[in-house]
Structures are given as structure tokens and as C-alpha cells.
């Protein structure tokens, strides 16, 4: 299948009540996982690339590679950049086939928020790329108080004033760990995501996944969550497999005899998450659906 637009993924989970898991890829193997994982539980999925990973490939090389499988996969895969820092960054990501992009500027005041959101905005819309934006407070591995949570008036003025089309606010979530160090529990504030998305009238999207219990997930996506990004759970999984087999062998093992067992674990880990996610099975339906409103 050709990429599939996160606007028509995001419109299907959230009309169906299930968030679609956007998993954070860094390297090739990671991209397999997620994508063998999503045709074995028949599920959407989203790769998500971040600007870290140029510090040794291109934006280019990573969604070309997701290309490539979405193109012989049977169930959709779509493209989105996590966490640009700046105009540059979200614009790289549009010409190498992101559908949405991330301009991360939630921790800063609101007027610049807003500014600087719109700008992206300006180049995405007239694309039909979705431009998200991040408010309120997350602090990477810690707990939100109530403080740190976004403020649905700052956020209806945020998506209003900027044009965002999709929202990514501090809701009790945790998000990722800076340093690799083991994540605080998430306790998510469900009410606080049912009036954002009620409010504001796009989809939210939850960072810090990893960690999070089903129940809260499912809740979570019941009230308005429709894209989860995920990368603490997976990426340790992987390292975990890739460091066995490396401390059991000698330093001159062929990689791929590496490589493999830990893209299965990631791939293992993926899986339950799309069982928590409610994704699991919605393929199909998704596949159906676009090809009736197409028609």
C-alpha cells in the first residue's frame, strides 16, 4: 500500500474509539518490527522519525526504507516526525514523506507557541500535511502535577491561533526518559483529555506510551486519544536482546546474528501494544472504510 495519509488514520481512530501506536524508529530494524508487527495483528501503524537519527542517516534514508515495506504491506502505514525543534526540521520531514509533522515549542510561553506552530502551518496546510503542537508541561521521566497539565482554554487558543491540527498536551502522561533511566508511572488525567478534545476539536495525540496500563490506555483513547507515541518499552527491549547475544559471543559475531533476535523482541513488545491501543484488527476495517468514502 502506498503511505497512508495520517489524517484518514486519525479520522478512523477516532471515530472507532482506538489510537493508532506511532513508534519511534531510529534504525531500519526497528521499522520492520513495527511494520511485521502491525500485518500480524492487522493493525494501522505509524513510523515516527526523529531529528536525533540524523545524526548518522537522513530523514530520506528512514522513510525511504518505510516506503519500500508499506508498499507491500496490506495494512496502512503512515509517516510522522516527532518532536521538530524547528521550521527546518519539519520541512526536511515534508519532503521525505511525513503526512504529519511535530513542532515541538510546548515549553515555551504561549504567544511564541503559537507563533511559531503557525509557521509550520503556513508550509504544511496547503499540503494537507497535519501540523501537531505540543502544551503544558512534561518534564522527560517525571510525574505532572496538576500545574503541569495543559490548560484547555490555553489549548482551544493554541489550535485556533496557530491552525494545529492535531494536539499533544501534558495530560498525566510520562514521557520518555532522558537518559534511559526507568520512567515514573503515568496516571492520566481522563477528564482533563475528554474536554481538550472536546474543546479543541482534533485528535490528541499522547506522548510517553511506554509504561502506561491498559486500562488507562483504553480509557485514554475512549475519551479522545488517537495517536500514541511509543519508543521507552521497545527500544529497551531491543537493547536488552541485542546486549545478550553480544555478551554471549565473542566480539567478532556477525551483527545480523544479533540484529535479528532483537528486532523480534521490539516486534514482540509491539504487538501488545496494539492489543492496549485497540488497533489490533481495525486494518481491515480501515482499509474498507477508505475505499467506500472514496467511492
Same mark, same amino acid.
Given at each position: 500500500?502506498?503511505?497512508?495519509?495520517?489524517?484518514?488514520?486519525?479520522?478512523?481512530?477516532?471515530?472507532?474509539?482506538?489510537?493508532?501506536?506511532?513508534?519511534?524508529?531510529?534504525?531500519?530494524?526497528?521499522?520492520?518490527?513495527?511494520?511485521?508487527?502491525?500485518?500480524?495483528?492487522?493493525?494501522?501503524?505509524?513510523?515516527?522519525?526523529?531529528?536525533?537519527?540524523?545524526?548518522?542517516?537522513?530523514?530520506?534514508?528512514?522513510?525511504?526504507?518505510?516506503?519500500?515495506?508499506?508498499?507491500?504491506?496490506?495494512?496502512?502505514?503512515?509517516?510522522?516526525?516527532?518532536?521538530?525543534?524547528?521550521?527546518?526540521?519539519?520541512?526536511?520531514?515534508?519532503?521525505?514523506?511525513?503526512?504529519?509533522?511535530?513542532?515541538?515549542?510546548?515549553?515555551?510561553?504561549?504567544?511564541?507557541?503559537?507563533?511559531?506552530?503557525?509557521?509550520?502551518?503556513?508550509?504544511?496546510?496547503?499540503?494537507?500535511?497535519?501540523?501537531?503542537?505540543?502544551?503544558?508541561?512534561?518534564?522527560?521521566?517525571?510525574?505532572?502535577?496538576? &500545574?503541569? @497539565?495543559?490548560?484547555? *482554554?490555553? !489549548?482551544?487558543?493554541? $489550535?485556533? /491561533?496557530?491552525?494545529?491540527?492535531? #494536539?499533544?498536551? =501534558?495530560?498525566?502522561?510520562?514521557?520518555?526518559?532522558?537518559?534511559?533511566?526507568?520512567?515514573?508511572?503515568?496516571?492520566?488525567?481522563?477528564?482533563?483529555?475528554?474536554?481538550?478534545?472536546?474543546?479543541?476539536?482534533?485528535?490528541?495525540?499522547?506522548?510517553?506510551?511506554?509504561?502506561?496500563?491498559?486500562?488507562?490506555?483504553?480509557?485514554?483513547?475512549?475519551?479522545?486519544?488517537?495517536?500514541?507515541?511509543?519508543?521507552?518499552?521497545?527500544?529497551?527491549?531491543?537493547?536488552?536482546?541485542?546486549?545478550?547475544?553480544?555478551?554471549?559471543?565473542?566480539?567478532?559475531?556477525?551483527?545480523? &546474528?544479533? @540484529?535479528?533476535?532483537? *528486532?523480534? !523482541?521490539?516486534?514482540? $513488545?509491539? /504487538?501488545?501494544?496494539?492489543?492496549? #491501543?485497540?488497533? =489490533?484488527?481495525?486494518?481491515?476495517?480501515?482499509?474498507?472504510?477508505?475505499?467506500?468514502?472514496?467511492?
Amino acid at each position: 500500500m502506498p503511505i497512508a495519509s495520517l489524517d484518514r488514520l486519525l479520522q478512523h481512530a477516532s471515530d472507532n474509539k482506538y489510537a493508532v501506536g506511532a513508534f519511534v524508529s531510529m534504525n531500519i530494524e526497528i521499522i520492520q518490527a513495527a511494520i511485521a508487527a502491525a500485518e500480524k495483528k492487522n493493525s494501522p501503524v505509524v513510523i515516527r522519525i526523529h531529528p536525533d537519527s540524523r545524526q548518522i542517516t537522513s530523514f530520506e534514508t528512514l522513510t525511504s526504507v518505510a516506503k519500500q515495506l508499506a508498499a507491500k504491506a496490506s495494512v496502512p502505514v503512515g509517516l510522522s516526525l516527532d518532536h521538530g525543534n524547528t521550521l527546518a526540521d519539519t520541512v526536511d520531514a515534508i519532503r521525505a514523506g511525513c503526512t504529519s509533522v511535530m513542532l515541538d515549542a510546548g515549553e515555551e510561553p504561549l504567544e511564541d507557541n503559537i507563533r511559531l506552530v503557525k509557521q509550520v502551518v503556513e508550509v504544511a496546510k496547503p499540503l494537507g500535511i497535519l501540523v501537531e503542537a505540543a502544551i503544558g508541561h512534561m518534564e522527560h521521566g517525571a510525574v505532572q502535577t496538576d &500545574d503541569d @497539565l495543559a490548560s484547555v *482554554q490555553e !489549548a482551544v487558543r493554541l $489550535v485556533r /491561533e496557530s491552525g494545529a491540527t492535531i #494536539l499533544a498536551p =501534558a495530560i498525566g502522561n510520562v514521557h520518555g526518559s532522558a537518559h534511559g533511566e526507568i520512567k515514573a508511572k503515568s496516571n492520566l488525567a481522563i477528564d482533563r483529555i475528554r474536554d481538550l478534545r472536546e474543546a479543541t476539536g482534533v485528535p490528541i495525540c499522547m506522548h510517553g506510551g511506554s509504561g502506561t496500563p491498559r486500562d488507562q490506555m483504553q480509557a485514554a483513547t475512549k475519551a479522545g486519544v488517537a495517536l500514541v507515541i511509543l519508543f521507552s518499552d521497545i527500544i529497551t527491549a531491543y537493547n536488552k536482546e541485542l546486549k545478550r547475544v553480544l555478551d554471549e559471543n565473542s566480539i567478532g559475531i556477525a551483527i545480523i &546474528d544479533a @540484529l535479528v533476535p532483537a *528486532q523480534h !523482541a521490539a516486534q514482540g $513488545v509491539i /504487538e501488545e501494544k496494539m492489543d492496549d #491501543l485497540g488497533s =489490533a484488527g481495525q486494518a481491515s476495517a480501515f482499509n474498507e472504510w477508505l475505499r467506500a468514502s472514496a467511492g
